[in-house]
Antibody, heavy 120, light 110 residues
Framework: EVQLVQSGAEVKKPGESLKISCKGS????????IGWVRQMPGKGLEWMGV????????KYSPSVQGHVTISADKSTSTAYLQWSSLKASDTAMYYC?????????????WGQGTLVTVSS | QSVLTQPPSASGTPGQRVTISCSGS????????VYWYQQLPGTAPKLLIY???QRPSGVPDRFSGSKSGTSASLAISGLRSEDEADYYC???????????FGGGTKLTVL
């Protein structure tokens, strides 16, 4: 059974950097795309982008491009979402999920989520 | 303002049938598959319907999806208290080159 396990909750200050992770199953990690989805407090789901761990090809939502970086490490079956300078508006729950292509809304399964709080 | 439009809330009594609508355009629902996700309180979303009307294994057949033109619907029959959750529709948008979600519908079982 494919599982995605995300890193724990983070509390950061504005301007700080952060890298959160999403660890998949070794045998299937390079068979799927990994997508990242943001959910701000009390709000809906928002697609951020996807990466294909096999060759690290990425696609970003225009709303986050330039503000976040999506990466992956095949050797550890781990995908990452990182910020170089956090803003208070980055406070949200972040989910990773397997996807079947770079242009699909199919996400299954999902990680348990990583809560990021950015506050001075 | 979400690209896909869902009613913010829906409700029903146990045993009833409820439907949740999702309205889009030719660049998303009209030309691509629709997916539905269920998010129970405090948990990660779960895939409920894929490719317009297909159920993943383990999803009860009480849940069904349909699509016509630029609109889609999720139907839940034999409503149960454990169905109380937020439901989201999603699709790829060719114009935006990205995945778009509906704003979500909070289902209350009275």
């Amino acid at each position: 059974e494919v599982q995605l396990v995300q890193s724990g909750a983070e509390v950061k200050k504005p301007g700080e950097s952060l890298k959160i992770s999403c660890k998949g199953s070794r045998d299937s990690f390079t068979s799927y795309w990994i997508g990242w989805v943001r959910q701000m407090p009390g709000k809906g789901l928002e697609w951020m982008g996807v990466i294909y761990p096999g060759d690290s090809h990425t696609k970003y939502s225009p709303s986050v491009q330039g503000h976040v970086t999506i990466s992956a490490d095949k050797s550890t079956s781990t995908a990452y979402l990182q910020w170089s300078s956090l803003k208070a508006s980055d406070t949200a729950m972040y989910y990773c999920a397997n996807s079947d292509s770079s242009s699909s809304a199919w996400f299954d399964p999902w990680g348990q989520g990583t809560l990021v709080t950015v506050s001075s | 303002q979400s690209v896909l439009t869902q009613p913010p809330s829906a409700s029903g009594t146990p045993g009833q049938r409820v439907t949740i609508s999702c309205s889009g355009s030719s660049s998303n629902i009209g030309n691509n598959y629709v997916y539905w996700y269920q998010q129970l309180p405090g948990t990660a979303p779960k895939l409920l319907i894929y490719r317009d009307n297909q159920r993943p294994s383990g999803v009860p057949d009480r849940f069904s999806g349909s699509k016509s033109g630029t609109s889609a619907s999720l139907a839940i029959s034999g409503l149960r208290s454990e169905d109380e959750a937020d439901y989201y529709c999603a699709a790829w948008d060719d114009s935006l080159s990205g995945v778009v979600f509906g704003g979500g519908t909070k289902l209350t079982v009275l």
